[in-house]
């Protein structure tokens, strides 16, 4: 709707993946770096970790873009708050699709149909990656210790750590939870946390978006505008997202030029009321 009034191509401040728009920030990239070394390397888990809206699952996918052919499949559990008798279930329908009539297989068969996928993986050639989002949703369905099992699968058959790695992505709580199952936590090759952005890495990832998003312009945002953005989205990429495509919404509608401090703070009591209205 506003692309044109801001000389835009496309909308810079979508919270979905997209590889043009994905900004390395210091320290996203050092976690990128660091999980493509565990998965490539073969390693048994790792641990991917941040406040929510840090971009942990578009970090994800951005691995997963640049691995290699040998790692596969990728296999995703995106909410894991079940028992464990169910997280089990649910990875092996994913692992080792169910004959029909086979949907309430036990623990034990699910456990045999997992290990079996395994064993074929391997003996074709490949690694497999296990994504569990939401990790911090684990401790309190009890569930680590499942998690710690199922890295054990067809260990023998692998040359490496484990035959299968698995990538935990979750709340900074995770970290805590992790140190409560020691068997498990010293299974975690790399440990990722992402940090909030500084003010000049806002500045430079709002930059970015926008110049993916086509603009050849300087940004429209003022330096107070942009200090406002800071302290309101508290350097985290989708508050910051939400805060600027509503500010250059109101731009737009406001037929601005510019965007200033009072756009910024208009733009957080529209977003605040939404929230408080949806409550």
């Known amino acids: 709707m506003y692309e044109s009034h801001w000389n835009l ?5 979508d919270n979905r993946f997209d590889s043009e728009f994905y900004y390395p920030s210091e320290s996203h990239h050092a976690a990128l770096l660091k999980l493509m070394y565990s998965i490539e390397t073969r390693r048994s888990a790792a641990l991917l970790c941040g406040d929510s809206g840090m971009g942990k699952s578009m970090l994800v996918e951005a691995a997963i873009a ?15 708050a079940m028992p464990p008798d169910q997280l089990v279930r649910y990875i092996a329908r ?19 149909a997992i290990e079996r ?5 391997l003996s ?4 497999a990656l296990l994504v ?15 998690v710690r099992m199922l890295l054990n699968l067809a260990s023998e058959q692998s040359a490496s750590e484990s035959a299968w790695s698995i990538c935990l992505v979750g709340n900074i709580p995770t970290v805590g939870h992790l140190a409560r199952h020691p068997e498990l936590e010293d299974r975690i090759a790399v440990r990722c946390v992402l940090e909030r952005f500084s003010l000049d890495s806002t500045v430079a990832y709002i930059e970015h978006r926008l110049r993916a998003a086509g ?13 406002a953005l800071q302290l309101h ?24 030029q510019q965007i200033d401090e009072s756009v910024i703070d208009l733009a957080q009591q529209e977003l605040s009321a939404r929230i408080l209205y949806a409550a």
Do not use: K, W
């Not at 994913?94 to 045999?112: C, H, K, R």
């Not at 996928?117 to 993986?121: A, G």
């Not at 074709?124 to 690694?127: P, T």
């Not at 939401?134 to 210790?145: M, R």
């Open 9 to 13: 191509s496309a909308f810079p401040f």
């Open 94 to 112: 994913q692992a080792a699709p169910y004959e029909p009539g086979e949907a309430n297989l036990d623990v034990g068969t699910s456990i045999e």
């Open 66 to 80: 640049q691995l290699p052919e040998s790692i596969s499949p990728v296999l995703r559990v995106p909410y894991p």
């Open 132 to 146: 569990i989002e939401e990790s911090h949703l684990l401790e309190s369905s009890g569930s680590l210790a499942a």
């Open 233 to 256: 989205a508290a350097g985290i990429p989708r508050r910051i997202n939400r805060l600027c495509d509503m500010a250059m919404m109101i731009g737009y509608a406001q037929d601005l």
């Open 215 to 227: 603009s050849n312009r300087p940004t429209p945002f003022s330096e107070r505008a942009l200090e």
């Open 117 to 121: 996928f395994l064993r074929h993986n």
């Open 124 to 127: 074709d050639g490949y690694h």
